[in-house]
Structure formats: structure tokens, C-alpha cells
């Protein structure tokens, strides 16, 4: 999904794949977000009802792990944990942010496993941030923290990126 807006938060293809969801794996970024940049639209609506029908909305904080091989564990970890509470076995992953780069680390390894991914400007070049090696001026402090959970000492030792290769 692309909502980068609350006029493409309405296109239909992505209200389609909300209202055909069998659950929703929300992943990243500050979660009160989505009802401040989403509130009034139609895609926030479904999410809305999705709840109402007795949907499940689940989330896991590991923000700070940037996607690395621990975090994918404890996703995986997780994704078990809610299959034996009956959860849908295909999930939908929201990807905001820096959640972008372990919600599309997830999917790559467990594709079987995803329906879709509802991306709000997700993180996928990590050389531009959190590195501040493109257009912006990245984090200095979460290019540290980046680099110690991955051990890196530079960011161009960093070419197993499996984003680079999606």
C-alpha cells in the first residue's frame, strides 16, 4: 500500500486491501500517528471497523533494533505466539518509518506468511537515514545505534542489505 496522504489513504485499491485483510501487524513508528495523519479518511474508517468486526490490531516495539537478524527473531517469535492464539496466519505489516526496515526484512524472509504491507514513508535506504549519506541530514545518533546493532563500523560495509536486493 502507498498513503504517504490522506488523499492516497482513500485511493480504493488501498481501502480494498484493508476491508479483504484477515489481520493487521502494525510495525514501527509512533502508532497515535496513524489516527492523526489518517482520522477522517476512509482507509482510517476500515481500520475502524476492522476493530468492530473483532479484529485484532498487534504490535511490537523493536524500533531500535532497526531490522537486524535479533529483531526478525522476535518477530518470528511473535508471529508463533499469535498464531497460537488463533491469529490469521497472513498478516498485513505496516511499515511507518524506520519500521519500514524491519517490516520488509520480515516479509522477505516470510513471504508466505504476509497478505500486504501498508507503508507510510518507510525507511529503506539506510545509508540516507539513519546514515545522512542522500538528501537529508540522517541521525547521527540513531546511525550509531544502527551500526552497533548490525556491528558495523562504516556504512559502506554494509552490502547485505537485504532491501537493496527486494
Known amino acids: 500500500m502507498d498513503c504517504r496522504n490522506k488523499a492516497k489513504a482513500d485511493d480504493p485499491k488501498n481501502i480494498e486491501l484493508v476491508k479483504n485483510a484477515k489481520g493487521i501487524f502494525f510495525g514501527g513508528g509512533d502508532q497515535d500517528l496513524i ?18 468486526r473483532g479484529f485484532h490490531i498487534v504490535y511490537m516495539d523493536v524500533a531500535e533494533m532497526y531490522g537486524n537478524e535479533a529483531s526478525i527473531n522476535l518477530w518470528d517469535q511473535f508471529y508463533d505466539y499469535m498464531q497460537q492464539l488463533g491469529m490469521s496466519k497472513k498478516v498485513v505489516l505496516e ?28 525507511v529503506l535506504d539506510i545509508k540516507s537515514w539513519p546514515g545522512g549519506m542522500g538528501k537529508g ?7 550509531t545505534i544502527f551500526k552497533n546493532d548490525f556491528n558495523l563500523t562504516e556504512a559502506h560495509c554494509f552490502i547485505s542489505n537485504s532491501l537493496c536486493y527486494a
Open 35 to 52: 489516527a492523526t495523519a489518517y482520522g477522517g479518511t476512509q482507509l482510517y474508517k476500515e481500520f475502524i471497523a476492522l476493530l468492530e
Open 95 to 122: 511499515a511507518m518509518s524506520r519500521g519500514g526496515i524491519y517490516a520488509y526484512n520480515w516479509a522477505i524472509r516470510n513471504p508466505t506468511k504476509v497478505a500486504a504491507i501498508y507503508a507510510d514513508a518507510p
Open 137 to 143: 541530514p540522517g541521525s547521527k545518533e540513531d546511525w
